[in-house]
């Protein structure tokens, strides 16, 4: 079967860092895709690794490892405004996206 | 830049009421899905298409029907709605490009089927 594993919570402190897990197993893997989605809203795209190794975009960085079956995301210099959930998202063959359950990020003062 | 915009917002429905879920978008983006998102839970794809004139099912297609006749517009038809039907509707669209995936997700519809 297809199935995408995150925690379900993570605690961090603003101005730190934090660091998302995502294991997989599915068929016709094409990428690993990290969405943000603050409550009431819709889910923003944020990265996408087709390739082993590290994404780097602004405080936000992912990582992936597909011999493995394993991605992070990291987040840095934490602020409330990243206070989300965050999914995980594998691309699959014929184009098919699967998410995780989501990730709930608390951002505390 | 509109992006993919879905109607309605909100909807109340009565058991065994149909009705359809309306998504646009017009970026030109080949690819398009809808997903729908539980409480605490990711969201679970129920169909996508391809193209005009293609389509699939996802994890959950039961009591929904989709048609692509256009490449800008992709209702999803609930045929006869129940409670556990009652969830926030997502449609997205991307282009099928491998480089870049970036789904491109409308603001939802939330539905309660009472």
């Known amino acids: 079967g297809q199935s995408l594993e995150q925690p379900s919570e993570v605690t961090a402190v603003e101005g730190a860092i934090v660091q998302i897990n995502c294991t997989y197993q599915?068929?016709?893997?094409?990428?690993l895709s990290w969405y943000q989605q603050h409550d009431g809203g819709a889910p923003t795209f944020l990265s996408y690794?087709?390739?082993?190794g590290l994404e780097e975009t602004g405080r936000f960085s992912s990582f992936l490892s597909r011999s493995d079956s394993y991605g992070y995301l990291l987040l840095q210099e934490l602020q409330m405004k990243d206070s989300a959930s965050y999914f995980c998202?594998?691309?699959?063959?014929?184009?098919?996206?699967?998410f995780g359950a989501g990730t709930r990020l608390f951002v505390k003062a | 830049n509109a992006g993919v915009t879905q109607t309605p917002k909100f909807q109340v429905l009565k058991t065994g009421q149909s009705m359809t879920l309306q998504c646009a978008q017009d970026?030109?983006?080949?690819?398009m899905s809808w997903y729908r998102q539980d409480p605490g839970m990711g969201l679970r794809l129920i169909h996508y298409?391809?193209?005009?004139?293609?389509?699939d099912q996802g994890e959950v297609p039961n009591g929904y029907n989709v048609s692509r006749s256009t490449t800008e517009d992709f209702p999803l038809r609930l045929l006869s709605a129940a409670p556990s039907q009652t969830s926030v509707y997502f449609c997205?669209?991307?282009?099928?490009?491998?480089?870049?995936?970036?789904?491109?997700f409308g603001q939802g519809t939330r539905l309660t089927v009472v």
């Open positions: 970026m030109n983006h080949e690819y």
């Open positions: 298409s391809v193209g005009a004139g293609i389509t």
């Open positions: 998202a594998v691309r699959r063959g014929g184009f098919k996206t699967i």
């Open positions: 690794n087709a390739l082993d």
């Open positions: 997205a669209s991307s282009s099928p490009g491998t480089e870049n995936t970036e789904a491109f």
């Open positions: 599915t068929s016709g893997f094409y990428g």
